[in-house]
């Protein structure tokens, strides 16, 4: 029943939807309304994306990545939209524009302060507790900890939360750590999280994904347990296929762009790595002279004109595909991108990550950044009636998870906020009763 995707688990009244426009708003501009006036949201404007935050004021936080997903997610429903080879079926179930919006503005407000980084540090301590990953944090937001209900936190429509569960399984079932004998904090990638959703919120996937028939559920929620690492699982709804496609072009076209602006790459790199790597037949190889010279140019404009013109290719590659193995719409159509273009895109995301993400200067902050959130949780579990705001301490003392409103606490932090807490707490010369954090 189509109308069951437009329910929330608290349908009660809507006195404090920060929605200001007209009194019929559909969910969907609901939802995007909720997400864009959630402190969740605001937070992300200090946090890092790829770079440490206040190093220059021109590179991208997750803020601003958030608002590029979601103006790439709504340039590919509308491309798919007007095509005129796209059945009716499809079209009816493709999203509205303020439905992939609010979608791909909430996908990441979940990762906590310093990255990747503090993500590890994070699971390191929540491995026995139900796990720690980005993603999940992202879930336990929209239907526990956002202020605009007591119970459901963002209480977002089912079809929004369906679009954000990139991972429909518990940590429980996906973790396969190979735990390091040597249990020191001064290397723990070992404890890099499962790709999944938390323990915790075991019976919010339940209540996602309850409108499917017992089939579509069961493959849904299928993983594949074939490797030594961690576990994963297979499949995506449609809304998540499209705003997955959404992310990966701004994360290898517009972080390419900053990397471009900072000077972290040589164009001798690029022809190295990239170019000469293209497939023959890409629409790029042909126009690559002319888009080198643009995106290596002096003058921001034209930049700024070629990584258009890359992010625009990519859009118009992208076809949707049917999965016979689902029943239910929102899991049979598979938004996918078409070669050469994903091995391009793979291209430049492999790029960044290893002439950028991968280099030892960028490493140094994260690496800092980690060893910042593993003191904190040590020292807040140790401490927690003396250190945790009362009000987190008063949820604390009523929880059956301790530690996870810990971990709430700390995930929630902006990078500036775990650093200024850390100096607070273990710096001599700094921190006063007057600060204000």
Not at 128 to 149: A, D, K, P, W
Request: neutral net charge; contains cysteine.
């Amino acid at each position: 029943m189509e109308f069951k995707w437009h329910e929330r688990r608290n349908p009660g009244k809507k006195e404090m939807e920060p929605f200001n426009g007209s009194k019929d708003a559909g969910d969907a501009q609901r939802d995007r309304a909720r997400i864009i006036h959630s402190s969740s949201f605001r937070r992300l404007q200090n946090k890092t994306q790829i770079l440490g935050i206040g190093e220059n004021d021109f590179y991208r936080t997750r803020l601003t990545h958030s608002l590029e997903v979601a103006q790439i997610g709504s340039g590919i429903c509308e491309y798919q939209r007007n095509r005129e080879d796209l059945s009716s079926e499809i079209q009816r179930w493709m999203p509205s524009l303020f439905q992939i919006e609010a979608i791909c503005l909430s996908h990441d407000i979940g990762h906590p302060p310093f990255g990747h980084g503090g993500e590890v540090a994070l699971n390191y301590f929540m491995r026995s507790h139900g796990g720690f990953e980005g993603n999940g944090q992202t879930l336990r937001i929209v239907s526990r900890l956002g202020e605009y209900s007591k119970d459901h936190g963002l209480d977002l429509t089912r079809r929004t939360m369906l679009g954000l569960l990139k991972y429909p399984a518990i940590h429980r079932y996906t973790n396969n750590y190979k735990i390091s004998e040597n249990l020191s904090q001064t290397n723990i990638d070992w404890a890099k999280p499962p790709k999944c959703i938390h323990d915790d919120e075991m019976d919010v996937l339940e209540w996602i994904i309850s409108p499917f028939n017992d089939l579509d559920k069961e493959r849904f929620r299928s993983i594949d347990n074939s490797g030594s690492k961690h576990f994963r699982t297979i499949h995506k709804s449609f809304d998540t296929t499209l705003m997955e496609l959404a992310d990966d072009i701004a994360y290898g076209v517009h972080d390419l762009e900053d990397a471009l602006e900072l000077q972290l790459v040589s164009e001798k790199t690029w022809q190295d790595n990239v170019v000469d790597k293209l497939d023959p037949y890409c629409e790029i190889k042909e126009r690559i002279y002319f888009l080198n010279e643009k995106l290596f140019s002096k003058k921001n404009r034209e930049r700024k004109f070629a990584v258009s013109q890359l992010v625009n290719y990519f859009i118009k590659n992208i076809d949707i595909d049917v999965n016979k193995k689902f029943t239910h719409p929102l899991l049979r159509y598979q938004a996918t991108m078409k070669e050469p273009a994903v091995s391009t895109l793979e291209l430049l995301k492999k790029y960044v990550a290893e002439e950028v993400i991968r280099k030892p200067e960028v490493q140094a902050l994260e690496y800092k950044g980690q060893k910042i959130v593993l003191r904190l949780f040590e020292v807040l579990s140790e401490n927690p009636d003396r250190l945790l705001p009362k009000s987190t301490y008063a949820e604390y003392e009523g929880s059956g998870n301790r530690a996870r409103i810990i971990c709430d606490y700390i995930s929630g932090m902006t990078d500036a906020y775990a650093t200024k807490l850390y100096h607070k707490l273990f710096s001599p010369s700094m921190g006063s009763i007057f600060d204000r954090l």
